[in-house]
């Protein structure tokens, strides 16, 4: 098993371009995450999947949209990039149930916006 | 409001020496609760997790850490560090139902010295 797998590794845009960053998990995970890193405050969420279909919002969503369209893939789109979204970029996955609670992390996306 | 709070945000310690990292949470119900560590350039990977039952729990890489519901604490322990425990440590609590959404304390980061 690949695991959590996310490209690009590395992104510099320029303010007001438009990118998808792609994650993907072979291990059939129902639960997907996306989370932003910023020095000082550990990681954010920023939009989840339950299961194919079903997105929900996660602490910081605006500027970002999601789709989960198959259980292995959960592209994050940034609609009009901004200096404010230069981070650390994790997706993540899990399977249900209390036994299942552990996360999987992909190796990142730092993106840069200029 | 659910928090995580890890006060110290850099330690140092000598190779050898053992080590606490502390993390307090606030949270409404019981949670869960998790230890990540992650590598320079990496992802985050899961150190150990307590669900229920015994208050201390063992982890990967010899670390340790123990529950205390009275003090609201996740304490993070090794006995003895060695160079390659260089990284940062995140503590994360989730909900026992639905889907965890996972809240991380900020991190803290630890050096080692030879």
């Known amino acids: 098993n690949a695991g959590v797998t996310q490209t690009p590794k590395f992104q510099v845009l320029k303010t007001g371009q438009s990118m998808t960053l792609q994650c993907a998990q072979d291990?059939?995970?129902?639960?997907m995450s996306w989370y932003r890193q910023d020095p000082g405050m550990g990681l954010r969420l920023i939009h989840y999947s339950v299961g194919a279909g079903i997105t929900d919002q996660g602490e910081v969503p605006n500027g970002y949209n999601v789709s989960r369209s198959t259980t292995e893939d959960f592209p994050l789109r940034l609609l009009s990039a901004a200096p404010s979204q230069t981070s650390v970029y994790f997706c993540?996955?899990?399977?249900?149930?209390?036994?299942?609670?552990?996360?999987?992390f992909g190796p990142g996306t730092r993106l840069t916006v200029t | 409001a659910q928090s995580v709070t890890q006060p110290d945000i850099h330690i140092t310690v000598s190779e050898g020496a053992s080590l606490e990292l502390r993390c307090n949470y606030s949270y409404g119900a019981t949670p869960y609760l998790f230890w990540y560590v992650q590598s320079p350039g990496q992802g985050l990977q899961l150190l150990l997790k307590y669900f229920s039952g015994d208050t201390l729990v063992q982890g990967i890489k010899g670390f340790e850490a123990e529950f205390k519901r009275s003090q609201s604490s996740f304490n993070l322990r090794k006995p003895s560090v060695h160079w390659s425990d260089a990284a940062e440590y995140f503590c994360?609590?989730?909900?026992?139902?639905?889907?965890?959404?996972?809240?991380f304390g900020a991190g803290t980061r630890l050096a080692v010295h030879p």
């Open positions: 993540a996955s899990r399977g249900p149930g209390q036994g299942a609670y552990e996360q999987y």
């Open positions: 291990m059939n995970h129902e639960y």
């Open positions: 994360a609590v989730g909900g026992t139902s639905g889907y965890n959404k996972l809240i």
